[in-house]
């Protein structure tokens, strides 16, 4: 009796999943890359969701008898070209920069997992199929492909995200198919089906749970690509449109003026390195804490 | 007994890992005797393998010996610079390792392999090397060995693989060679033929061997003598008749009462209990006592030395000193010792 | 071997194929009337007809593909619809000073990447391995256009000082060292701390195989160790990065032709885009991809090559 009780008491304790998150967190923990980098994205999210409430200036004011000014006490990053202040307007682009990164993201992933997953998952001429279409998206080298699809879309934030999303597609397509082929050839697959479980369920109970850490890890570093894809898309012209305070496009207004005031260019573009390096950062740490046989 | 030829003493290993320092080796003694072969056994994580790299100086980066003495021909290896000690590996003392597979360099043909030992220790040209190359071949028993000598690693078995690591080991006549579990990853058969190949090369060349095993059949099969090790520790050190014939540890005794033996008038396999400790938690006292039938207070308490009977044989184990506690005979795997001889 | 050659060889065709129909479809894809986009809005309805005339837009979609197709074989990619020259003119000349840009940067990008990755694995878990890391962190995270103001900024003042250097180069862009070495600095740096991250980790895997262990028992010294037997194995995976990389110069090319007004295909196709030259668009972003795919089979192929031995092992 004591040791059913033991037992059932333990089992209740003991869950799988948890420990292994338990595990994650503390390897997490203890990484210092991962934490500096997650450190500062978080720090980035909380701007772009609360820096323009602090700042109570207009982003798109423009004050001509200051412009191109040098960082100063009334203006921590100096003014532009308008005399707009850059501090305000950077606070604002972050969540441009963030919105970008996250949901081009968001979407190559979503379509490049479903691809993926059907692909390893039925095998066959479907998988044939797809992973082409993935080989015909990767044969343009780069920034071409994001840029094609603009030039035709014609230029703006959506058509940018959209763009880069496609752009991300291939990579999480062929990681998740890799996982999914290796599970499925996994013996207790067959057994599954034989038991009459439906393909939904095998992908989202067993197929899905092994493809998240390498998804997590590949959508964080991909979110550094983007934010870079579309700093160079804006900056060409072809991304977020002026008055847009967007990084890349300041730095692109910023590009006349350099010479004589070189914080226009100098600003946005720490701004774009810090939080790139932020996320390839937290992407390195989250790949070493979430793959421990890569640790060795 | 034979001259010595290389002398370990109370031999201490620490790895260095995020959980704390890892005591691997911590108090091995034994010695090999010139031209003959010992046996040094114990189960995975006993410590085996870390002392034969210990030996010589081959350790991962976060290892280091942290004490004791290597004494090669009365020097000690372990107060060598590393250019001295350069000198010595694959050239006086040489190793194989356990992975034939993955031992050999994938992207250097097997001559080459072969003769930049030569080059390096015998200052041989390419040309003269790579002909010795074919005669070591040769020697280990491959066949056809002038088209063996310009193949890859991939072209061969599992077993040829052996034999070339073999050659590569005694290309410069090593007065020992270390075998580091040199057919746990091969068939059967081929276990034999390496085994048999490696006996008699050492008699015709005359080096000792240092055999790292943890299947005891070998050992009664080739070695002269026998250091068993346990957790890190040698616990018994004997020639290899008196190790199979009268046993002193009560590992050793469970060691063997847990193997079939055809020869012995074995009732039963008696299992020995427990499991091997953690090298981060250590057992204090004997590292035996949580799994020893016989243990006392004293065993919890104190670690025994290794106890020499006077003959060279030698046992940690209190139930041989004095200071023994308990009774004259003692009970243990269904084996009853006399306390003091 | 030559059945997995045969086996590559065969699958560029469908990617080939792929390539172009999407590169077709750009046109079609413009929402609206693609001609009326190209005349420019209000432009007379007569412009417009005579645009949709001249691009064989009234034609069914299949056959406007096949006719497509049928001039990119024979090297025909349509005609510019600002200058009416023919596209393949107007790439021509460019395609070179590209090409060159983007083997200069791969040199770089290879020479500077392989020595910091290589220090940086010998010396690991060092103050030097930890610096070059850094570096590499922030090469990899800097957008190459901004590296490229910032050089024009702190270089561009001041006198030329190699002029001579330009001359030597067939394609002949840029006049003075700086147009040809700030360039290819900026292509490439990101591409040497790619290069650089990817062979240390692929040296301190190497490091840890048994093989480098038999060496070391060997009684060989460290150098030799490092350099004879590591390196050669760790190179291995870095030539599949090294064809990325060169593709992806290709790619990146854009901007930094742009920043540095170097008349290659990446101007070209900003420019094209901006003017609405879709024909040139098309031609230039073929050409860059068909390129790209047949980089990427010659390093496929050489990579299997080197890896024969170690794949059947």
Known sequence: ???????????????????????????????KSAVIGGGIVIFFILLAIFGPMLTGVDPNATDITNKNQPPSADHWFGTDNYGRDMFTRIIYGTKLTLIVGFLSVFIGGAVGVVFGIVSGYYGGWVDAVIMRIMDVLLAF????????????????????????????VPAFARIVRGSALSVRKLEYIDAMKALGASDIRIIFKHILPNVTSPIIVQATLRIATAVLTASGLSFLGLGAQPPAPEWGAMLSAGRTYMHDAPHMVLIPGIMIVIVVLAFNIFGDGLRDALDPKMNK | ???????????????????????????????????????????????????????????????????????????????????????????????????????LNPVFTVGQQISE??????????????????????????????????????????????????????????????????????????????????????????????????????????????????????????????????????????????LPRPDADQEKLVPIHGTVPSPLHMPVGCRFNPRCPAATDLCREQLPDLFDDGEGNQVRCWIYNEQWPGEKEVDVFGEERIARR | MTKYIIRRLLQTIPVLIGVSILVFSLMHLIPGDPAQIIAGEGAPEKTVEQIRERLGLNDPIHKQYLNYMGGVVQGDLGNSVRSGRPVVDEIKTRFWVTLELATYATILAVF??????????????????????????????????????????????????????????????????????????????????????????????????????????????????????ALKNALIPVVTVVGLEFGGFLGGAVLTETIFAINGMGRLTVQAINTRDFPIVQGAVLVISVLFVFVNLIVDISYKLLNKRIDLG
């Open chain 3, 112 to 229: 500077i990447g392989l020595m910091a990755g290589i220090i940086s694995a010998v010396r690991h878990y060092t103050f030097t391995d930890t610096a070059i890391m850094i570096v590499a962190l922030f090469g990899l995270s800097m957008p190459n256009f901004w590296l490229g103001l910032l050089l024009i900024d702190w270089f561009a003042v001041g006198g030329d000082w190699l002029p001579a250097w330009a001359k030597l180069r067939p394609s002949g862009w840029g006049d003075s060292w700086r147009q040809v070495i700030l360039p290819v600095i900026t292509l490439g740096t990101g591409g040497a701390a790619i290069i650089a991250r990817m062979t240390r980790s692929s040296m301190l895997e190497v490091i840890s195989q048994d093989y480098i262990r038999t060496a070391r028992a060997k009684g060989l010294s460290d150098r030799v160790v490092t350099y004879r037997h």
């Open chain 2, 117 to 258: 030992t030569l080059i390096e220790h015998q200052g041989m040209s390419k040309k003269a090397a790579m002909a010795k190359s074919v005669d070591l071949l040769k020697l280990v028993g491959i066949p056809s060995p002038e088209k063996r000598v310009k193949q890859y690693p991939y072209e061969l078995s599992g077993g040829m693989r052996q034999r070339v690591m073999i050659a590569i080991a005694l290309a410069c006549n090593p007065e020992i060679l270390i075998a580091d579990e040199p057919t746990t990853a091969l068939d059967v058969t081929i276990q034999a033929q390496i085994l048999g190949l490696i006996r008699d090369l050492q008699q015709r060349m005359g080096m000792s061997v240092v055999l790292i095993t943890h299947d005891l059949g070998v050992v009664a099969e080739t070695c002269d003598y026998v250091a068993v090790m346990y957790a890190g520790q040698v616990v018994e050190y004997s020639d290899v008749r008196t190790l199979f014939r009268k046993p002193r540890h009560p590992y050793t005794i469970g060691l063997l009462k847990s």
């Open chain 1, 141 to 168: 080298p780069g920034i071409l492909l994001a840029l094609a699809i603009v030039s035709v879309l014609g230029g703006s934030l959506t058509n940018m995200i959209i763009a880069i999303g496609i752009f991300s």
């Open chain 2, 1 to 103: 007994m034979a001259e010595t030829i290389l002398d370990v003493r109370d031999l201490r290993t620490s790895f260095y890992t995020d959980e704390g320092e890892v005591k691997a080796v911590d108090g091995v003694s034994f010695s090999v005797p010139k031209g003959k072969t010992i046996g040094i056994v114990g189960e995975s994580g006993s410590g085996k393998s870390i002392t034969s790299l210990s030996i010589l100086r081959l350790l991962a980066s976060n290892g280091k010996v942290v004490g004791g003495e290597v004494r090669f021909k009365g020097d000690n290896l372990l107060a060598y610079s590393e250019k001295k000690m350069r000198g010595l590996r694959g050239n006086k003392i040489s190793m194989i390792f356990q992975e034939p597979m993955t031992s």
């Open chain 1, 1 to 31: 009796m004591t040791q059913q009780a033991a037992a059932a008491g333990s089992a209740k304790r003991y869950n799988p999943r948890l420990e292994l998150y338990k595990g994650i967190w503390k390897r997490l923990r203890k990484n």
